[in-house]
């Protein structure tokens, strides 16, 4: 990997300097004109999925809640193990989602 620059995120140098040949090529002026052409779908598609996983983490994080709590009404300590364990997968999942 080179050298990095920064473009509002950071990029391996050598990697710039093919999109900074791409765009030459396909007649922009400079990045941010390029990155106008861009079509909304391929803008919006992390924003959607994060939405999607979300709603499903959710949505398996309450059918999981239902039984659990239920499960707990016989001993109300399961209610406390069961939150320990949701917390301690959350954070770990924010830790692996960051780390990409």
Do not use: C, H, Q
Request: glycine share 10%; net charge positive; charged share 20%.
């Amino acid at each position: 990997m080179g050298e990095l620059s920064r473009i509002g995120i950071a990029i391996d140098s050598d990697l710039l300097k093919r999109f900074d040949r791409s765009i030459e090529k396909s007649g922009y002026t400079n990045r941010s004109e390029a990155s106008r052409g861009l079509p909304l779908g391929s803008i919006l598609v992390f924003p959607v999925l994060f939405a999607a996983g979300m709603s499903l983490i959710d949505t398996t994080d309450n059918i999981l809640m239902l039984g659990a709590y239920g499960w707990a009404y016989i001993k109300p300590i399961r209610k406390l193990y069961y939150n320990v364990t949701i917390t301690a997968v959350s954070v770990l999942v924010a830790f692996l989602v960051g780390g990409i």
